[in-house]
């Protein structure tokens, strides 16, 4: 017996050992990455806060360092109001969809303890699907009982940076795909679209079709592509490869293959936009070994993530919706029980990439008029200022950002595009007069 309780106290306590290592390691590299607009530091004198929630949109995906839509914003604060102290603290996360920002929310507002609010969320939610459990446990979506505890199960382990490891490695990936440990730095995230760019200008100018008719450039492109997953084998590159099998190859087969590989290869996220392509093609293609294909690795892929097959299925494809819906009006009831005042935003237009968007766009308007909720439509700010330009193409390369392998109507913006996101907020925020000093009540953030 004595033995046995040895052996467990020395098993908790090389846990223990390996676990603080991971932790150390994690707040070394995120002290040495970290950037933008006190991206990650704690905010703890008397100023008036605001706190920007978001995706890449938010972080500042396209831009420069230091050029997001709040770094413009606390810029223009310290212009305009010298006199009032005000912080602007960037909490975007690429690839973030709601039930990520959901999940950090309280933990965010009890260390910056903000007087305002601003978030856009969504944009992610038709795509990835992390932590997607939580809005179906909540919502009791899931009948599955077994299911339900097991994705509550994993989600609270998911906390321990050692669980994290042993999933992962369990789960086959390589050791250099174990960035889900930290968070990958936006910078070096930001580098590698730009070497995309760099080699591949006219990618990022011409969406697919125009694209695939300059067979050198294909031809160039995938064998790039095919050397970067032999080398990076990670979802980014399987999925554009993927891509460019399926529009400019025309195979399908061979797409479904590469995007599933992308899917199997992700590392930050369990879920990947790969997902949305897989849908794609089993909509749109009816031979026999493509749904085999994919049907067989959502039944295999199914089995270690349950979310999987709800997303997959095309009957469902919509719920997105929902979860959207029910994750930002959770998000309203707590920084109502915190006392917090909100702004809202919707995302610029889209293009040709994502129809989602605008219906989107919509839903978060909706929300935000039903529930009294200052809004400022940025997607109308967008296209009324694009129909009075008088060269559309111009319009785009001087406002949006040109950063990512695909037509740069996928709506990030460069730094020029992020001041005027940032200027329309500052004078909403100062026509409702939400910026005042602050008189804060530390005891209402004790819950």
């Known amino acids: 017996m004595r033995k046995m309780t040895a052996s467990i106290l020395g098993l908790f306590f090389i846990c223990f050992i390996l676990e603080m290592s991971i932790r150390i390691h994690n707040f070394f590299y995120k002290k040495k990455y970290s950037y933008g607009t006190l991206n990650e530091k704690i905010v703890e004198n008397n100023n008036f806060k605001i706190v920007a929630f978001g995706n890449s949109f938010t972080l500042g995906s396209g831009a420069p360092p230091g050029e997001s839509y709040p770094d413009h914003l606390q810029r223009r604060f310290i212009k305009e109001l010298p006199n009032i102290k005000v912080d602007v603290i960037n909490r975007g996360i690429g690839g973030a969809n709601s039930a990520i920002i959901l999940r950090m929310l309280k933990k965010v507002i009890k260390k910056t303890i903000p007087d305002l609010m601003i978030f856009r969320v969504g944009e992610q939610n038709y795509s990835n699907l992390t932590l997607i459990s939580d809005y179906l446990n909540r919502e009791n979506i899931q009948q599955n009982f077994l299911s339900k505890t097991m994705n509550y199960i994993h989600d609270k382990l998911f906390f321990f940076r050692l669980y994290r490891l042993l999933f992962y490695l369990d789960?086959?990936?390589?050791?250099?795909?174990?960035?889900?440990?930290?968070?990958?730095?936006?910078?070096?995230?930001?580098?590698?679209?730009?070497?995309?760019?760099?080699?591949?200008?006219?990618?990022?100018?011409?969406?697919?079709?125009?694209?695939?008719?300059?067979?050198?450039?294909?031809?160039?492109?995938?064998?790039?592509?095919?050397?970067?997953?032999?080398?990076?084998?990670?979802?980014?590159?399987?999925?554009?490869?993927?891509?460019?099998?399926?529009?400019?190859?025309?195979?399908?087969?061979?797409?479904?293959?590469?995007?599933?590989?992308?899917?199997?290869?992700?590392?930050?996220?369990?879920?990947?936009?790969?997902?949305?392509?897989?849908?794609?093609?089993?909509?749109?293609?009816?031979?026999?070994?493509?749904?085999?294909?994919?049907?067989?690795?959502?039944?295999?892929?199914?089995?270690?993530?349950?979310?999987?097959?709800?997303?997959?299925?095309?009957?469902?494809?919509?719920?997105?919706?929902?979860?959207?819906?029910?994750?930002?009006?959770?998000?309203?009831?707590?920084?109502?029980?915190?006392?917090?005042?909100?702004?809202?935003?919707?995302?610029?237009?889209?293009?040709?990439?994502?129809?989602?968007?605008?219906?989107?766009?919509?839903?978060?308007?909706?929300?935000?008029?039903?529930?009294?909720?200052?809004?400022?439509?940025?997607?109308?700010?967008?296209?009324?200022?694009?129909?009075?330009?008088?060269?559309?193409?111009?319009?785009?390369?001087?406002?949006?950002?040109?950063?990512?392998?695909?037509?740069?109507?996928d709506g990030h913006l460069n730094s020029k595009g992020n001041k005027l996101n940032a200027d329309h907020l500052f004078d909403l925020i100062m026509k409702h007069k939400l910026v005042h000093r602050p008189k804060k009540n530390i005891i209402q953030y004790s819950k």
């Open 171 to 409: 789960d086959k990936r390589e050791s250099e795909k174990m960035n889900i440990l930290i968070q990958v730095p936006a910078d070096e995230w930001r580098n590698k679209r730009m070497l995309y760019q760099r080699k591949f200008k006219k990618f990022g100018d011409k969406n697919f079709q125009n694209f695939c008719n300059n067979k050198k450039e294909i031809d160039e492109l995938e064998k790039w592509f095919v050397n970067e997953t032999q080398t990076t084998p990670n979802a980014s590159n399987y999925f554009w490869l993927g891509m460019i099998t399926q529009n400019c190859r025309q195979d399908n087969l061979k797409a479904a293959r590469l995007f599933i590989l992308g899917i199997e290869n992700a590392t930050e996220y369990k879920y990947d936009r790969s997902y949305e392509a897989l849908v794609n093609i089993r909509t749109y293609d009816g031979t026999p070994q493509v749904q085999s294909l994919i049907n067989n690795f959502i039944e295999r892929w199914s089995k270690n993530y349950p979310d999987t097959k709800y997303f997959l299925d095309t009957k469902n494809k919509m719920n997105w919706e929902s979860w959207v819906r029910s994750d930002v009006t959770e998000i309203l009831r707590i920084a109502k029980e915190y006392n917090i005042t909100v702004v809202m935003h919707n995302y610029p237009p889209d293009g040709e990439r994502f129809p989602e968007r605008k219906t989107l766009n919509k839903m978060l308007k909706d929300i935000a008029l039903k529930n009294n909720i200052i809004f400022f439509d940025f997607e109308k700010t967008i296209l009324d200022m694009m129909t009075a330009f008088p060269d559309k193409n111009k319009f785009i390369d001087e406002y949006f950002a040109k950063d990512l392998p695909s037509h740069p109507m």
